[in-house]
T-cell receptor, first 113, second 113 residues
Framework: AQSVAQPEDQVNVAEGNPLTVKCTYSVSGNPYLFWYVQYPNRGLQFLLKYITGDNLVKGSYGFEAEFNKSQTSFHLKKPSALVSDSALYFCAVRDFGTDKLIFGTGTRLQVFP | DGGITQSPKYLFRKEGQNVTLSCEQNLNHDAMYWYRQDPGQGLRLIYYSQIVNDFQKGDIAEGYSVSREKKESFPLTVTSAQKNPTAFYLC????????????FGPGTRLLVL
């Protein structure tokens, strides 16, 4: 069965510092991986995805993610955090059998001024 | 939140009552999905539809029903058989192929009176 894990419930970082939100996956075959962000009482906003090709994927709002096949990871990164980046972040993998997205439990990012 | 609308934003259900959540999209997407979000559990798939007049159960379909009579609409009914309906409900849509991104609506929060 395919799955994703987000090992950190919360990540705290100071504004201006680099941030990393971790995600590991377990799939049979090549994974289709996604990152979404959710602000309070709002829907999920798409940030970026990895389907194939370059292991470094660039997305919205200055975010990027690095696909690492040997470590089965797809960590979300940003060189310089903003207070406005504070939100709930979800990693997801596409299930090949049903087309559904399988989500991690989410990581709350808190950026302090 | 793009071209996906959900209504109402808040919904209150009385004991034994069926309630229907609306989801409409103007993105000409073939596939539509309903997810349930509970704190600390990520998102779980309730139902999905890859084409008009066809839909499949997701991981937690019990107590819910859907219809897909039009391409742009995918309403979800929470029946009285769903004993713990309090949650945030998110509708999503995509072009339908595995590589395509799912885009989410703003959500409906269902509360039980």
């Amino acid at each position: 069965a395919q799955s994703v894990a987000q090992p950190e419930d919360q990540v705290n970082v100071a504004e201006g510092n680099p941030l990393t939100v971790k995600c590991t996956y377990s799939v049979s075959g090549n994974p289709y991986l996604f990152w979404y962000v959710q602000y309070p009482n709002r829907g999920l906003q798409f940030l970026l995805k990895y389907i194939t090709g370059d292991n470094l994927v660039k997305g919205s709002y200055g975010f990027e993610a690095e696909f690492n096949k040997s470590q089965t990871s797809f960590h979300l990164k940003k060189p310089s955090a903003l207070v406005s980046d504070s939100a709930l972040y979800f990693c997801a993998v596409r299930d090949f059998g049903t087309d559904k997205l399988i989500f991690g439990t989410g990581t709350r990012l808190q950026v302090f001024p | 939140d793009g071209g996906i609308t959900q209504s109402p934003k808040y919904l209150f259900r009385k004991e034994g009552q069926n309630v229907t959540l609306s989801c409409e999209q103007n993105l000409n997407h073939d596939a539509m999905y309903w997810y349930r979000q509970d704190p600390g559990q990520g998102l779980r798939l309730i139902y999905y539809s890859q084409i008009v007049n066809d839909f499949q159960k997701g991981d937690i379909a019990e107590g819910y029903s859907v219809s897909r009579e039009k391409k742009e609409s995918f309403p979800l009914t929470v029946t009285s058989a769903q004993k713990n309906p309090t949650a945030f409900y998110l509708c999503a849509s995509s072009m339908g192929s595995m590589q395509e991104t799912q885009y989410f609506g703003p959500g409906t929060r269902l509360l039980v009176l």
